[in-house]
């Protein structure tokens, strides 16, 4: 073994412990063809909320296309390539603080992928999919399912479909 | 340049636009000489809050090391090394979406680093830094700040002095 090759190997060696590639076997693609994102587990952060209409807790993470876009302002519209990522939880009492609410069962990881060309026939530029709780099913039933997804977004077209808005980090 | 040179400086190019250190210049450490992490904008998540006594959203990342911990269910106690970061942003409404919170103004970023000899001495194994708005001022006006910090941590002793569960996450 060449000592270069070596080297790429250690570099290899010191990244995978976090972003290795999960084993992703057993989940299945989303009805419409998107296979679940690699490593999304291990995406940086662009926001978080907490909806109380369906009490909820969110954390919206990024690929690296997506948080770089998001921390210099190109989200309108955002580049090809970003996927921006939600991670749901039913929201719980923090158990040792009384004042807080923290993540309780996991409900769902939804996608927004964004590709103006190959997503063009939908009017969006996006493809969406999500997978439901620890068993990660896909949702919907056919490839129309993201007809729901789009009527949802739709009252945020203008902002490039995307509701989320990056939080401030320095 | 040789071949596998670069391919190494390909590789390193690959990672760097997310991994890639921070500037860091102009950050002053903590008044105990802790130091704001590296990159700690790019770590995963390990859970998320929405404190209501005081109307602040957080998000809980962690280094490699708290991550990996945290998927395997060594928090108790966290292994040396392991960093833990709270994002804390005011909350505010979120405009497209009027059923949610969403963060608004940077309140601050804190941390707990484990390492059970080195901080052997204030009785927890960790030591905490706080760096304040996007300014990034260190919190507290000397090395006896984090007195505070243990004090409020105090009922969660027993869990190794972190309040945060991992959220669940397939």
Chains 1, 2 share one sequence.
């Not at 999960?22 to 419409?32: I, L, S």
């Not at 493809?127 to 729901?148: C, H, I, L, M």
Request: hydrophobic fraction near 40%; include cysteine.
């Amino acid at each position: 073994m060449s000592y270069n090759l070596l080297k790429i190997m250690i570099i290899l060696a010191l990244i995978s412990p976090v972003y290795a590639a999960r084993d992703g076997g057993g989940v299945e693609p989303a009805p419409n063809g998107i296979e679940l994102p690699e490593n999304y587990r291990d995406w940086s952060v662009v926001s978080s909320s907490h909806r109380i209409d369906n009490h909820t807790l969110r954390v919206i993470v990024g690929n690296e296309i997506a948080v770089k876009a998001a921390r210099t302002g190109q989200t309108n519209p955002w580049p090809n390539g970003a996927i921006l990522g939600k991670l749901v939880w039913k929201e719980a009492a923090q158990q040792h603080w009384p004042k807080a609410i923290a993540p309780g069962k996991f409900v769902h990881a939804e996608f927004m992928i964004k590709d103006s060309q190959a997503y063009e026939n939908n009017g969006t530029g996006w493809q969406w999919a999500r997978w439901v709780g620890t068993e990660q099913k896909p949702y919907g039933n056919d490839a129309d399912f993201s007809k729901e997804c789009i009527s949802c977004h739709t009252p945020v077209k203008s902002r490039d479909w995307v509701f989320t808005s990056p939080a401030q980090l320095p």
